[in-house]
């Protein structure tokens, strides 16, 4: 294949040509600037401005040269623009890199001034916009897949394409005056702002460079381009260029002064049209900003214009509010994510027609937005207020529920992205709590935050060092008050801290997913445990564990248990398991279908907390539980007598008609275990019998009581459900 090629032979051209080869092809720096001025200017890809002088310039070529080395001169096109004492050679240079496949484009502009019979080189442009590097090799990498197709075919080169559509340039000699009026200009201009033909372009433009400037810009690049001349004879400044159909072209201008041998005062400018690149780099900068299916900003552009509002009003008071929608997931799950998208795109188009100012809207994920907006006039209960009207209006069967968290900002020093995170964490505290649905950021929180994080940092190495125990909380026939079982349960003894609550650690670790292998520990210790037991022929209870809500988005729960019971030869009706009415309502398709194979293959299901939920009666129609635990919180102040206590008579007796055992857990008195005995209640779990206690303690328990099976005695009405309609 051919080096390069010229399109002109006369002077300008052969000595163009004879620096692409010495610079590009042999890296001959000295030999490149054998035709170079005193005075000679030049402009880099990564110039921040014109280097002046055959010192300073050999110099940009080497970094230049660096940039690209080694490369092979795979196709050069110049072409050369003659004037009455001088001439311009424009063309682009196509490199090949020969340590990494790729291919580099530059288009490069030298400027020759006539000396007697000889010309001289004065002026030297390269350009390679690093900046958007990365959106060139996009388009070569695109136009070449398809031409690959065409191999065969008759069309011209790839790389002779890629120049012609994507390296638009043209050069232009002009007077220095309002209009700057063009005493010659290459025929690129025309083409590239889509003018049939020059004459054509004449009659229109009237050859006065301004006039081509989009109007509101014009006096802006005059005044730029006098204040750069003041102080050099370089200047560069960017603009749009209306063309021929009134389309926009973007155009760089890059230019130098010199001066003729009569004294007058000149300007050559190379335009460089970047309208591909911006409008790739506007496109890329809606991306990065935005989320994609609402139009809101994303959290990055978020923090950004919130900042920038906190810096131009120092004297404002702002907020941050953070929402999200209750139950979203199963929102999606029942209705379809397509019902979901619906949904945030509904309360997105509320911020977008929000007219607040100094306001800022984002999405950050999921059914999570946030909110900056200024403090005054009540803003935040109107906000509450109309989220609250527009949740309700959704027309769906299913009540659309928001809850909302809020940060005063009075720290202006802290990043915007630690202020979302305590307007996150007053929602989740609303979220925990339940009853508010708006919580305000307080200092007690950045104290949950910093133990949240010391929990974080010492979970791994806590497991593996075996700082998590099992515990076991027995369970009580409530008739007979002997032991009939445990449940298991996990304490943290920390070697500094000494025993953390699990109300600390467990909702860390169901957040950032250690829950999953916490529990795993836990159910093998039980099986573990279970084993040795069997072993010792004390022929033990069963003893149920906790299974949380994000184990069951593992799909390989069911094998993971049935893995550990093989494992211990254990017979599953002493791994009881325990699931949260919470977890059903997070995730029901997936619960009901685990749910169904592991009674399938002879596991006892608990449904922990059961109703503390929204539809605790309709999860049981769906949910095959085989038993019932309820929690002493049904009673008003531990009273028995008032609503709480009917309220639990009424669940004990539907149980009974269901053929469900029931556990009682949190009894502390003598009267509420004569109370539940009363209601016929079967099973009784709390302090007033025992607390959980170690393993070695519950292991004495065993030996002092006598051994039967839980949930199997042969007492009426208590033996778990075989169908739905017993």
Not at 86 to 101: K, P, Q
Not at 105 to 118: A, F, G, S, V
Request: glycine share 6%.
């Amino acid at each position: 294949m051919r080096e390069h090629e010229a399109v002109n032979k006369s002077m300008g051209a052969a000595l163009a040509n004879e620096f692409v080869r010495k610079f590009y092809a042999e890296g001959n720096i000295a030999g490149a600037m054998e035709q170079a001025s005193e005075n000679i200017v030049a402009f880099g890809t990564q110039s921040m401005k014109y280097a002046v002088g055959k010192k300073e310039v050999q110099q940009c070529l080497q970094e230049e040269h660096a940039l690209v080395a080694p490369c092979r001169l795979f196709r050069s096109k110049l072409k050369e623009y003659p004037q009455e004492d001088m001439c311009a050679v424009m063309g682009s240079v196509i490199l090949r890199t020969t340590s990494e496949y790729s291919t580099i484009l530059h288009q490069i502009t030298l400027m020759y001034q006539k000396e007697k019979d000889d010309y001289r080189l004065t002026g030297i442009h390269l350009v390679r916009n690093l900046h958007h590097e990365g959106t060139y090799r996009m388009i070569c990498s695109n136009m070449l897949s398809g031409l690959m197709e065409k191999r065969h075919s008759h069309h011209k080169s790839p790389e002779s394409n890629i120049l012609s559509s994507h390296v638009h340039s043209a050069f232009v000699t002009f007077r220095m005056s309002d209009e700057r009026p063009m005493t010659f200009y290459s025929d690129e201009l025309w083409s590239m702002l889509g003018y049939i033909s020059g004459d054509k372009f004449i009659r229109e433009t009237g050859e006065k460079l301004t006039e081509l400037i989009v109007e509101d810009f014009r006096e802006d690049v005059l005044q730029s381009m006098r204040r750069q001349l003041t102080y050099k004879d370089v200047y560069q400044v960017e603009y749009p260029m209306r063309g021929a159909d009134g389309r926009t072209t973007w155009i760089v201008e890059c230019g130098r002064r010199f001066e003729r041998p009569d004294g007058r005062q000149m300007y050559n400018g190379i335009l460089l049209d970047i309208t591909p690149l911006k409008q790739a780099s506007e496109t890329l900068a809606y991306q990065v900003s935005y989320d994609e299916l609402t139009g809101l900003y994303n959290k990055t552009a978020f923090c950004q214009k919130a900042q920038e509002l906190l810096e131009t009003q120092p004297d404002r008071n702002f907020e941050i509010m953070c929402l999200d929608i209750e139950r979203f997931k199963v929102i999606n799950d029942l209705f379809g994510e397509e019902v979901g998208d619906r949904i945030l795109r509904y309360f997105a188009a509320f911020f977008r027609e929000m007219k607040l100012e100094s306001g800022v809207y984002a999405r950050i994920h999921s059914d999570r937005f946030i909110m900056f907006y200024p403090s005054e006039g009540r803003n935040r209960e109107r906000f509450i207020k109309s989220l609250k009207l527009l949740a309700s209006s959704f027309t769906l069967g299913y009540r659309v529920m928001l809850r909302f968290g809020v940060y005063v900002i009075d720290d202006r020093t802290i990043p915007v992205s630690t202020m979302c995170d305590r307007a996150t964490l007053a929602l989740m505290k609303a979220k925990r709590g339940g009853i508010r649905d708006c919580e305000e950021y307080d200092e007690t929180m950045r104290h949950y935050i910093m133990t949240e994080q010391s929990i974080v940092n010492d979970m791994m190495e806590a497991l593996q060092r075996g700082e998590f125990k099992v515990y076991m909380q027995p369970k009580y026939d409530a008739a007979t008050e002997r032991v009939v079982g445990a449940e298991a349960l996990v304490r943290w003894i920390h070697p500094v801290r000494g025993e953390i609550s699990p109300a600390e650690f467990i909702p860390v670790f169901e957040h950032n997913g250690f829950i999953l292998k916490l529990d795993q520990f836990v159910w093998e210790e039980t099986c573990r445990l279970l084993r040795k037991w069997i072993n010792e022929d004390r022929n033990p209870p069963p003893v149920s564990v906790n299974v949380s809500r994000v184990d069951f988005y593992s799909t390989q729960l069911v094998n993971i248990i049935e893995k550990l019971v093989q494992k211990y030869h254990l017979p599953r009706e002493l791994l009881e398991l325990e699931i949260t009415e919470s977890a059903y309502t997070d995730n029901p398709q997936q619960i009901v279908r685990v749910v169904k194979e592991l009674q399938q293959r002879g596991y006892k299901i608990l449904m922990d907390d059961f109703g503390s939920g929204y539809s605790s009666l309709n999860m049981l129609k769906a949910l095959p539980v085989d038993v019932l635990k309820l929690d002493l919180k049904f009673l008003d102040d531990k009273n028995e007598t008032g609503r709480g206590g009917n309220i639990l008579n009424s669940v004990v007796r539907m149980a009974k008609w269901m053929h469900l055992p029931v556990v009682v857990e949190g009894v502390e008195t003598r009267q509420q275990v004569d109370f539940l005995r009363t209601i016929g209640c079967d099973y009784i779990q709390g302090y007033y019998f025992s607390r959980p206690i170690p393993v070695e303690d519950y292991e004495h328990l065993l030996a002092r009581a006598p051994s039967f099976r839980f949930l199997e005695r042969n007492r009426s009405g208590l033996t778990p459900r075989t169908s739905r309609s017993s």
